[in-house]
């Protein structure tokens, strides 16, 4: 079964290395990654799609949870949610087939954004089913070049955000610090 899982981690380098080095580690594969900077600078959400059953899920959720760089961790499986992935789609387009292209393209609500002489580069956001049906679609034509960003996604009812940072009283002693975790051992 396929699983979402949403991380909260703190932003700074060697966070994306940890997390993955956490799944590589165990056997675990990542169907898909994202990872971006939230509205708060100092923290990013990284959005990881993985196929496994609940008690797997579960395990990846507890391991997570330990990493010292990782604020908060929800697994998005069975909420209702926003999901999206975008794509780039580089396909052969000569004079004959650009009004064939350009109709999928409408139909789909995807975007032109670039063309030359001898292909199209068409834009398209959506959900899996929507992605892989356009590329079907455009397989005809002949593709030269695809890229995926993975997926992004929110729950519609709950929402992850990272707890508010403690800032110390204007002439008192520092706020006190968040306990450390202790990093996973391998």
Known sequence: MEHTISVLVENHFGVLTHV??????RGFNIDSLAVGETHDPSVSRMTIVVHGD???VEQIVKQL???IDVIKV???SGEDLIDRELVLVKVNADARSRNDILQIVNTFRAKVVDVNPESMTIEV???ESKIDAIIELFTPFGIRETVRTGVVALSRSKELIAPAKESPAAGSAAAPKKPKKLPVKK
């Open 20 to 25: 993955a080095g956490l799944f590589s580690a």
């Open 54 to 56: 609940a008690g797997i």
């Open 65 to 67: 949870n330990k990493l």
């Open 74 to 76: 929800e697994d998005l």
């Open 125 to 127: 956001t959506g959900g």
